[in-house]
């Protein structure tokens, strides 16, 4: 199956670096909605940016004012994008980085607490960062059930007992929580994680995947689920 992506920005030094990845990837990608991150262009670059595709531009360093201006920009579109994904039973949403330390975690929780607000329906949080993932610790909440333990209980589980099984945010929010320990990461490594996302889905409206930063077999599934 093509790998498609709802959005991706691009974080570059330079509009010629910045370029560079937008020809390489918007061609293969052309659903994807592009956000360039990058210094000041010049109007002849923010030209050139345009016509490859793009459809935002967010200045380095970033300030507040610039960063809830893009969000509300986003919002608009996600909403004008409603009428092709109403009839979907489920949305997916992949919150994936290149490298650490960028704050990938921290989207992927507010993502989720976001749409479980506004949305009012029930939206799963998983963490897939299998050997050190943190959603719990960003949530204050305890240890419980994990991708590990859905892995292992596949054959029997079905929608509702994996709605009754996940751990429960005092907001409403549901979550899955990576394994306990490296073991335990091994196990789901080792196995396709095919069968355990389309139970996911099945079960619940919304999935945001925390994929972390490295790129394995259980990332791609994630991703390739959009």
Known sequence: AQLQLGYAQVKA????????????????LPRTRWTLSAPALEPEELVDFMRLGASDFLKQPLSETDFQSFLARFKNWEEAGKDSSSEEPHRIVSVFSCKGGVGVTLCGVNAALALHRQ???????????????????????????SVFD??????RMD???LAKS??????????LACPRNPEESEVVFSRDPGKM??????????VIFDAGHELNATTLACVRTL
């Not at 509009?15 to 061609?27: D, T």
């Not at 996302?197 to 919304?206: A, H, Q, S, V």
């Open 150 to 155: 859905l892995m292992e209980n596949l054959d």
């Open 197 to 206: 996302i389309d139970l996911l889905k099945e079960t619940f409206p919304w």
């Open 13 to 28: 030094k330079n509009w010629a670096e910045a370029k560079k990845i937008l020809e390489n990837f918007q061609g293969k």
């Open 119 to 145: 949305k009012k329906q029930e939206v799963l949080l998983a963490d897939f960062v299998l050997q050190h993932g943190n959603t719990g610790h960003f949530l204050d909440l305890a240890q419980g059930y």
């Open 159 to 161: 929608a509702k007992l």
């Open 166 to 175: 996940v751990g429960k945010h005092k907001s409403g929010l549901s979550v």
